[in-house]
């Protein structure tokens, strides 16, 4: 997993740690899980310790991790709940989860509703104001899971405060960042999740939502047309000579 030069024609990289990937494995889909289901299984196993059965919000939710998430939590048969645009809804109805529109207002009266005593776990890839819907439908000592936060230097510092803020309330509810660098010192936890992840993908049991595929020479329109916003899944970027299944 490169952390800098993904668009790079050459890359150094050490040789450990590295996991073979069997070759029966489509390419596309062992990216996706590479990156996207890493940091949802590593925020719902590791950082949020979520349980089967319990409930939980993601926003995005239809979104690369997003899809990741809900695949996942199907499989621990979580109580769903799944914030994005209603182009998207179908794809999460499909999938188990309950969708919520993207006001955040709206999503916090619904779940006042549907879990009066709050969910287990807030799952936020979008940051902002988002932090405070998210702690606003937890429970008394759910978490807030904060992963790929877009916001700036100075949110994200104001963000970690805040976290440390809600460490000081006994019983409270609890703000977490995570990344996949904060193991850059200890790829085991990697190395274990990648293992769990491609045996999953394997045996089918999870199949990444890949909404196109690329060819690397056009990916200033795969980008266009992510950044329209109204896909569900993920783009793939191929390099000349894999299998486009």
Partial sequence: MTEKGGYAEYIFASSHPMMRIPDELDAGEVVVVALNYLVAHQALSRVARIRRG???????????????????GRLLRLRMYGVDSPAKHRWLVEHGVVPLDTQRDDVVKALRRLEPA??????????????????????????????????????????????????????GKRIRLYGTTSWRLDRRPLMEAW??????????????????????????QAHARL???????????????????
């Fill in 118 to 171: 709050g969910v287990d776990a807030v799952l936020d890839g979008a940051g902002g104001e988002w932090a405070d819907a998210g702690l606003a439908v937890l429970r008394p000592g759910g978490v807030l899971v904060e992963y790929a936060n877009p916001g700036s230097p100075a949110s994200t510092l104001r963000l970690l405060a805040r976290a440390a803020g809600q460490d000081l309330i006994p019983k």
């Fill in 227 to 245: 950044e329209r916003g109204d896909i569900a899944g993920n783009l793939v970027l191929m390099v000349p000579g894999e299998d486009r299944r």
């Fill in 54 to 72: 319990q409930a939980i919000l993601v926003t995005g939710a239809a979104g690369g991790i997003g899809t990741a998430i809900v695949q996942l």
């Fill in 195 to 220: 293992a769990t992840l491609y045996g999953l993908l394997g045996a089918r049991k999870i199949a990444p939502v890949i909404a196109d595929r690329f060819p690397l020479a056009e990916a200033r």
